[in-house]
């Protein structure tokens, strides 16, 4: 099984940037799709990007496209969220998911393990 870890997040203000990391262990990260969801208090488990297996596609939600990009290095195990021009809206715990399929998904019932989260904080 795989188990991935996020690090990276922070308090950081509106505009400002954030990148957060997933480390993944296990033989079959560079196989699996890899997406990133996020989750604020009150509220249900969010979209925010998915990377194919070869990171040849991604898929970002209309709400971060264009301010977020989503990138991994499956010689490091690795996948990233790089956040730009941060909102007080953006802020919620990120989580790191991975599917044991080849293919991207924005749902979240897709995946098939997930980290244990970050939290990122927007000032406004």
């Known amino acids: 099984q795989v188990q991935l870890v996020e690090s990276g997040g922070g308090l950081v203000q509106a505009g400002g940037s954030l990148r957060l990391s997933c480390a993944a262990s296990g033989r079959t990260f560079s196989t699996n799709a890899m997406g990133w969801f996020r989750q604020a208090p009150g509220k249900e488990r969010e979209f925010v990007a998915a990377?194919?297996?070869?990171?040849?596609?991604?898929y970002y939600a209309d709400s971060v496209k264009g301010r977020f990009v989503i990138s991994r290095e499956n010689a490091k195990n690795t996948v990233y969220l790089q956040m730009n021009s941060l909102k007080p809206e953006d802020t919620a715990v990120y989580y790191c998911?991975?599917?044991?399929?080849?293919?991207?998904?924005?749902?979240?019932?897709?995946?098939?393990?997930w980290g244990q989260g970050t939290q990122v904080t927007v000032s406004s």
């Open positions: 998911g991975g599917r044991l399929r080849l293919g991207i998904s924005s749902d979240y019932r897709n995946y098939d393990y």
């Open positions: 990377i194919n297996w070869s990171g040849s596609d991604t």
